[in-house]
Antibody
Framework: EVQLVESGGGLVQPGRSLKLSCAASGFTFSDYNMAWVRQAPTKGLEWVASISYGGSNTHYGDSVKGRFTISRDNAKSTLYLQMDSLRSEDTATYYCARELLRRFAYWGQGTLVTVSS | DVVMTQTPVSLSVSLGGQVSISCRSS???????????LSWYLQKPGQSPQLLIYKVSNRFSGISDRFSGSGSGTDFTLKISRVEPDDLGVYYC?????????FGAGTKLELK
């Protein structure tokens, strides 16, 4: 069974940093592209970033480009999202998702990030 | 960026009824490789989104045949027949044809 478990969310002040993790199990992690998708409170879905299965290719949404970094450790079957220079508009539930041919086939339960002073 | 426009914003349906949700993209979703990467997701209350349909009309593993997708180019439709209580929630279309990936704003399906 595919499992994606996010962690690392919490309350952080504007301008500070936070690193999210997503522990994957139930599949060969290194075979799949992975992504982060977020959802602000009461809002819709927003794709944040994607990373190729080997980690060499990354893509970012315009709203996070230059501030967020997606990475992975295939030996640990873990996906990361380093979030720097956080803003109030980054407040959201962050979902880890397994990609398959440009679709999000499996999603984690999400971790809430609140950016507030 | 590709803008995804979903209509209606909300829908009321009776159990056992049928509904359609429309999704339009601001650009063609046909990829250079000939595939159209349009997916549909359902987010039930308090849950993470789940994949229903991919590449316009393909049902994901375990998804009921009461869900069907159709369309081409820039116009797409999700149909749900014989609506059940477990179908309620917010439906999103999403495109993976080009970066940045984008989603529609969602359609909330409620009971009449």
């Amino acid at each position: 069974e595919v499992q994606l478990v996010e962690s690392g969310g919490g309350l952080v002040q504007p301008g500070r940093s936070l690193k999210l993790s997503c522990a994957a199990s139930g599949f060969t992690f290194s075979d799949y592209n992975m992504a982060w998708v977020r959802q602000a409170p009461t809002k819709g879905l927003e794709w944040v970033a994607s990373i190729s299965y080997g980690g060499s290719n990354t893509h970012y949404g315009d709203s996070v480009k230059g501030r967020f970094t997606i990475s992975r450790d295939n030996a640990k079957s873990t996906l990361y999202l380093q979030m720097d220079s956080l803003r109030s508009e980054d407040t959201a539930t962050y979902y880890c998702a397994r990609e398959l041919l440009r679709r999000f086939a499996y999603w984690g339960q999400g971790t809430l990030v609140t950016v507030s002073s | 960026d590709v803008v995804m426009t979903q209509t209606p914003v909300s829908l009321s349906v009776s159990l056992g009824g049928q509904v359609s949700i429309s999704c339009r993209s601001s650009q063609s979703l046909v990829h250079n490789n000939g595939n159209t990467y349009l997916s549909w997701y359902l987010q039930k209350p308090g849950q993470s989104p789940q994949l229903l349909i991919y590449k316009v009309s393909n049902r994901f593993s375990g998804i009921s045949d009461r869900f069907s997708g159709s369309g081409s180019g820039t116009d797409f439709t999700l149909k749900i027949s014989r609506v059940e209580p477990d179908d309620l929630g917010v439906y999103y279309c999403g495109q993976g044809t080009q970066y940045p990936y984008t989603f529609g704003a969602g359609t909330k399906l409620e009971l009449k």
